[in-house]
Every structure is written in structure tokens, then in C-alpha cells.
């Protein structure tokens, strides 16, 4: 499924990759991550200088939010980038019985 965000395609894409767990991945094609801020993204407040000189609103909370929610369902949140090319974030959920 695409959902047009912005100036910048999102793609929510969702794969039964095991038995145990769903996975979903969310691709963008924005401005990217910086390798050196790929570690702090999921801080409380965090934003990236990039983010911030081409849109100064914004909190910084958003993928602390995510991060948390998906945590407490017991699975887990990553995220791949290239500065200039756009993201990948990917998360896994564990399938309830």
C-alpha cells in the first residue's frame, strides 16, 4: 500500500516472515538519516539537524512514541537509511494466539 505524505512517498509494506511474528516495513523516499544520528533517533526530543533546517515544527517525539508502543507489544523497532536517498524503518510484532 502507498500513502502519499508530504512531498515524499511512504510504502507500508507487511510480510509474514515467521511463523511467530508479523513483520511490517515503512520505506520513504525523504531526505534520509545521517549515519551518526542513526543511533538517537528513538530518544525523547531528538531531531536530526537535517530534519530541522527543512522543517523546524516538530517535537522529536514521534518515533519515541512508536519505539515504546511496539516495545511494550513485546517486539521490536529498527531502522536502515542513506543520507539523501530516504529510510526504512522495519519492525516485527509477535503474533498473538
Known amino acids: 500500500m502507498w500513502v502519499r505524505c508530504a512531498r515524499h512517498f511512504?510504502?507500508?509494506?507487511?510480510?509474514?516472515v515467521a511463523l511467530?511474528?508479523?513483520h511490517y516495513t515503512v520505506r520513504?523516499?525523504?531526505?534520509?538519516?545521517?549515519?551518526?544520528?542513526l543511533s538517537k533517533i528513538f530518544?525523547?526530543?531528538?531531531?536530526?539537524?537535517?530534519?530541522?533546517a527543512i522543517c523546524p515544527q516538530g517535537t522529536g517525539v514521534g518515533l519515541a512514541i512508536v519505539k515504546r508502543m511496539?516495545?511494550?507489544?513485546?517486539?521490536?523497532?529498527w531502522?536502515?537509511?542513506e543520507l539523501g536517498?530516504?529510510?526504512k524503518f522495519t519492525f516485527m510484532l509477535p503474533r498473538v494466539r
Open 43 to 52: 530518544e525523547e526530543f531528538y531531531r536530526a539537524a537535517n530534519a530541522r
Open 79 to 81: 531502522v536502515e537509511s
Open 10 to 16: 511512504r510504502q507500508l509494506v507487511g510480510s509474514p
Open 28 to 37: 520513504d523516499t525523504g531526505i534520509g538519516i545521517a549515519a551518526d544520528d
Open 70 to 77: 511496539i516495545e511494550n507489544y513485546g517486539g521490536k523497532l
Open 85 to 87: 536517498r530516504g529510510s
Open 20 to 22: 511467530n511474528s508479523a
